[in-house]
T-cell receptor
Framework: NAGVMQNPRHLVRRRGQEARLRCSPMKGHSHVYWYRQLPEEGLKFMVY????????ESGMPKERFSAEFPKEGPSILRIQQVVRGDSAAYFC????????????FGPGTRLTVL | AQKVTQAQTEISVVEKEDVTLDCVYE???????LFWYKQPPSGELVFLIRRNSFDEQNEISGRYSWNFQKSTSSFNFTITASQVVDSAVYFCAHPLRGNTPLVFGKGTRLSVIA
């Protein structure tokens, strides 16, 4: 019973490049959440998606960041024109339902922007 | 606004000591959930417990126990007879609405010394 999968685990980008982070939810889970953890800080919510829908993106920066969860395939968090301040650990979580179920987290993607 | 406070930034104990990690939350909801997650040095986030506000009974799972006090808005976590493998950052979390998004405390870094 595979857990939440994220890849890559580590990603290095130069300023101005694009970063694509992938998340495959647990089997049977149709809700995906992205969180960001800056160094020495707690996790901050970014976006909540269901298949083909963005439900809540209140935590997403207004520019350069986007997320999708297509009908087929993993959820993608995309960061365009990365800057050094984007360096962080990005965690994906999934749950089967929304209002009462636990969110299970993937191992995270550590993004380093040079 | 919903808020989670973990006042202890770092705790250091000697192996076999008991240790309690504090969590205080703020909520406007009458029913809600509370969570604890563990982040070991390897970086992943491990789900520990989800608690419903209706159930104020203390919960015990092996060496772990949780004390939920609705009157003081606290959900404290105790590790009995701590072990080196318990060394990690522990996060308390509370949903902003329903089950999403999770609002995390800043975490408590626990170091258990042999």
């Amino acid at each position: 019973n595979a857990g939440v999968m994220q890849n890559p685990r580590h990603l290095v980008r130069r300023r101005g490049q694009e970063a694509r982070l992938r998340c495959s939810p647990m089997k049977g889970h149709s809700h995906v959440y992205w969180y960001r953890q800056l160094p020495e800080e707690g996790l901050k919510f970014m976006v909540y998606l269901q298949k083909e829908n963005i439900i809540d993106e209140s935590g997403m920066p207004k520019e350069r960041f986007s997320a999708e969860f297509p009908k087929e395939g993993p959820s993608i968090l995309r960061i365009q024109q990365v800057v050094r301040g984007d360096s962080a650990a990005y965690f994906c979580a999934s749950s089967p339902l929304t209002s009462t179920d636990t969110q299970y987290f993937g191992p995270g993607t550590r993004l380093t922007v040079l | 606004a919903q808020k989670v406070t973990q006042a202890q930034t770092e705790i250091s104990v000697v192996e076999k000591e008991d240790v309690t990690l504090d969590c205080v939350y703020e909520t406007r909801d009458t029913t809600y959930y509370l969570f604890w997650y563990k982040q070991p040095p390897s970086g992943e986030l491990v789900f520990l417990i989800r608690r419903n506000s209706f159930d104020e009974q203390n919960e015990i799972s092996g060496r772990y126990s949780w004390n939920f006090q609705k009157s003081t808005s606290s959900f404290n976590f105790t590790i009995t007879a701590s072990q080196v493998v318990d060394s990690a950052v522990y996060f308390c979390a509370h949903p902003l609405r329903g089950n999403t998004p999770l609002v995390f405390g800043k975490g408590t870094r626990l170091s258990v010394i042999a």
